[in-house]
């Protein structure tokens, strides 16, 4: 027998999975329009190629893993690991570069550990950081961007360039690439015969963090502060991060600003932005706790600053989500909150005998 009224709860959530997934990629369209303007026609490229790539590898281990295909890909996840993915990858990267990324990402570190709610790491920075150690030479090849003294590449060049590797006839490889303003920085400061206050006058460097890209840092800010509005994600990691962040290299500069980079620099250079609102937010490797959330961000947010400052990569933040990932488990063990009703942890039957005694 039905009733003419349903039963509670009568409101029914309209966060599901696939909506949730749709309002980051939204989220992340800024940023991603900007990087495109600013930083070259390859951002497209990745994004297109890990995001195809990472929705057929689902699609692949799914039917392998007898899981219905077409249920779990209408999720979105796969599309949001290989966008974030996409967005990571050096501009100049030959196409099998996201490609393996993605296969990576999903493979071993998603679908290996029981999909979706089960991976205790990020899948696409799994993905990223195995392309960083195993193809270190292809994971420096960043087009100049916009505004540099670099010669940029047309939509077509940029093709012939991602597919064949070919170049116009009357360009040389190192008239179109040009160091990253972490790695410029890190180099130069490395040699001991520079200071920030010289490199902060190169074309380079732009106004804070970068020609162009402190622009598109902000466009994922911005982004990220939507999604905290529509509650998609909650504050705790990315205000912890960033804060943490902005405080050791707040430390350092003042210890030497002629040996190590202001606040506004490591806030709005490499992926931090992109870090603090799209990937160490994910709800699946994150901590699940609020002083947890709190901690992990933290957490973050000091191991980036230090790997960048003192480690062999120049932007440690997928590093630091990683080894935060490992240690998910151990903070929200020790974060969980009180029971309600009591004071402190109820008393055990061992307890009990034990006293009696």
Same mark, same amino acid.
């Given at each position: 027998?039905?009733?003419?009224?349903?039963?509670?709860?009568?409101?029914?959530? *309209?966060?599901?999975? %696939?909506?949730?997934?749709?309002?980051?990629?939204?989220?992340? #369209?800024?940023?991603?329009?900007?990087?495109?303007?600013?930083?070259?026609?390859?951002?497209?490229?990745?994004?297109?190629?890990?995001?195809?790539?990472?929705?057929?590898?689902?699609?692949?281990?799914?039917?392998?893993?007898?899981? &219905?295909?077409?249920?779990?890909?209408?999720?979105?996840?796969?599309?949001?690991?290989?966008?974030?993915?996409?967005?990571?990858?050096?501009?100049?990267?030959?196409?099998?570069?996201?490609?393996?990324?993605?296969?990576?990402?999903?493979?071993?570190?998603?679908?290996?550990?029981?999909?979706?709610?089960?991976?205790?790491?990020?899948?696409?920075?799994?993905?990223?950081?195995?392309?960083?150690?195993?193809?270190?030479? *292809?994971?420096?090849?960043?087009?100049?961007?916009?505004?540099?003294?670099?010669?940029?590449?047309?939509?077509?060049? %940029?093709?012939?360039?991602?597919?064949?590797?070919?170049?116009? %006839?009357?360009?040389?490889?190192?008239?179109?690439?040009?160091?990253? &303003?972490?790695?410029?920085?890190?180099?130069?400061?490395?040699?001991?015969?520079?200071?920030?206050?010289?490199?902060?006058? *190169?074309?380079?460097?732009?106004?804070?963090?970068?020609?162009?890209?402190?622009?598109?840092?902000?466009?994922?800010?911005?982004?990220?502060?939507?999604?905290?509005?529509?509650?998609?994600?909650?504050?705790?990691?990315?205000?912890?991060?960033?804060?943490?962040?902005?405080?050791?290299?707040?430390?350092?500069?003042?210890?030497?600003?002629?040996?190590?980079?202001? &606040?506004?620099?490591?806030?709005?250079?490499?992926?931090?932005?992109?870090?603090?609102?799209?990937?160490?937010?994910?709800?699946?490797?994150?901590?699940?706790?609020?002083?947890?959330?709190?901690?992990?961000?933290?957490?973050?947010? #000091?191991?980036?600053?230090?790997?960048? %400052?003192?480690?062999?990569?120049?932007?440690?933040?997928?590093?630091?989500?990683?080894?935060?990932?490992?240690?998910?488990?151990?903070?929200?063990?020790?974060? *969980?909150?009180?029971?309600?009703?009591?004071?402190?942890? &109820?008393?055990?039957?061992?307890?009990?005998?034990?006293?009696?005694?």
């Amino acid at each position: 027998m039905r009733f003419e009224t349903d039963i509670s709860p009568l409101v029914g959530s *309209q966060n599901s999975i %696939s909506a949730i997934m749709r309002r980051v990629i939204w989220a992340l #369209i800024p940023g991603t329009a900007l990087a495109v303007v600013i930083l070259g026609w390859g951002v497209l490229t990745n994004v297109l190629l890990a995001v195809v790539a990472a929705v057929f590898f689902e699609a692949v281990m799914l039917f392998l893993r007898q899981r &219905p295909v077409g249920f779990y890909l209408g999720d979105y996840s796969a599309v949001v690991a290989g966008w974030i993915l996409g967005l990571c990858l050096p501009t100049l990267a030959p196409w099998w570069i996201p490609i393996v990324a993605s296969g990576f990402a999903i493979v071993l570190g998603k679908q290996l550990f029981g999909g979706l709610g089960y991976n205790p790491f990020n899948p696409a920075m799994v993905g990223y950081v195995v392309m960083l150690v195993s193809f270190p030479k *292809q994971m420096t090849f960043w087009a100049a961007p916009w505004g540099t003294d670099g010669i940029r590449l047309n939509f077509t060049e %940029s093709l012939r360039w991602t597919f064949f590797e070919e170049l116009p %006839s009357h360009l040389q490889f190192d008239a179109v690439t040009m160091a990253t &303003p972490l790695d410029a920085v890190r180099t130069r400061l490395s040699l001991g015969d520079e200071s920030m206050a010289y490199i902060e006058q *190169q074309s380079i460097f732009g106004l804070l963090a970068g020609q162009g890209s402190e622009w598109v840092a902000l466009a994922f800010l911005a982004g990220g502060l939507w999604m905290i509005y529509k509650k998609i994600i909650r504050w705790h990691i990315p205000v912890a991060m960033l804060g943490a962040l902005a405080i050791i290299a707040t430390v350092f500069w003042l210890i030497d600003a002629d040996r190590y980079g202001s &606040p506004l620099f490591h806030l709005l250079a490499g992926g931090t932005m992109l870090g603090a609102f799209f990937v160490a937010t994910d709800p699946i490797s994150s901590s699940t706790t609020e002083r947890g959330r709190l901690i992990f961000g933290a957490g973050v947010g #000091i191991l980036a600053y230090l790997i960048r %400052s003192f480690g062999s990569y120049v932007d440690g933040v997928a590093f630091a989500v990683l080894l935060m990932n490992m240690a998910v488990p151990l903070i929200d063990y020790y974060t *969980q909150p009180k029971v309600f009703g009591h004071k402190s942890q &109820p008393k055990t039957a061992s307890n009990k005998t034990s006293k009696g005694q």
